[in-house]
């Protein structure tokens, strides 16, 4: 898999893991392990355990913790496309100049508010005591000023591409705008929301998605911005 314009990803399935490439990246930047394991950690939640067996080698492209400006490229093993484009995108985030992160908004139907944790808890329970999964959102807000128009296209496919159980993408408030006014779509347009339907692949379930994908959604978010 390839994507990205001035920052590019590739991604190639190697024995026991794989391959990434990326290409477009600024020298002189500061990256450490810690940037790369707080990106990884945020794919975990109950019920969801990663390989223990993973291991990132870099081959190229960083040294001393600063990036040298040639593509920089990691054997990622046991690792898989997702976790690689995690990577990535914590490289991509280093370049943009404002905070980027998505964020589980919804939980099978509960909104992630301060309030709403403990019900979350008991559904996300509830789903792994019967090995089922719900849906849910994750929700991105950029900056006011950005115009997300150039990169709709491109976000749409690679989402899509990447996670089979993204069942809607919405750009500001989606078709809630035919009931806005001018001033609720100019204060929306620049959210990104992403619904995940249950997850049904596998015989053990994850129990929602949009609490352990919604680091891919800013990873990609980061990739396609640049």
């Not at 920089?72 to 997702?82: N, V």
């Not at 090995?131 to 690679?158: A, Q």
Request: with cysteine.
């Amino acid at each position: 898999m390839k994507f990205g314009k001035n920052m590019t990803v590739e991604i190639v399935n190697i024995e026991n893991g794989v391959k990434l490439t990326v290409g477009g990246v600024k020298s002189g930047i500061s990256i450490t392990p810690t940037d790369f394991g707080m990106d990884l950690h945020r794919r975990k939640m109950e019920g969801v355990t990663v390989d223990p067996r993973e291991e990132i080698d870099v081959l190229q492209g960083i040294k001393d913790e600063v990036t040298t400006g040639e593509n920089i490229i990691f054997e990622y093993l046991y690792g898989d496309k997702l976790s690689a484009v995690v990577l990535a995108g914590t490289i991509a985030k280093k370049h943009i100049p404002y905070e980027l992160q998505a964020l589980a908004a919804e939980i099978g139907g509960i909104s992630t508010a301060e309030q709403n944790k403990d019900y979350i808890t008991i559904a996300i329970q509830k789903m792994l005591g019967t090995n089922d999964s719900i849906g849910g959102v994750v929700e991105c807000v950029l900056p006011y000023n950005l115009d997300l128009n150039p990169i709709k296209g491109e976000f749409s496919w690679i989402i899509h591409s990447l996670m089979e159980e993204v069942s809607a993408i919405e750009f500001g408030n989606g078709i809630k705008d035919r009931r806005s006014s001018a001033k609720d779509y100019e204060l929306g347009k620049n959210k990104i929301q992403v619904t995940f339907g249950p997850h049904m692949k596998n015989m053990n379930k994850i129990p929602c998605l949009a609490g352990v994908r919604d680091v891919i959604i800013d990873s990609v978010l980061a990739i396609v911005l640049l």
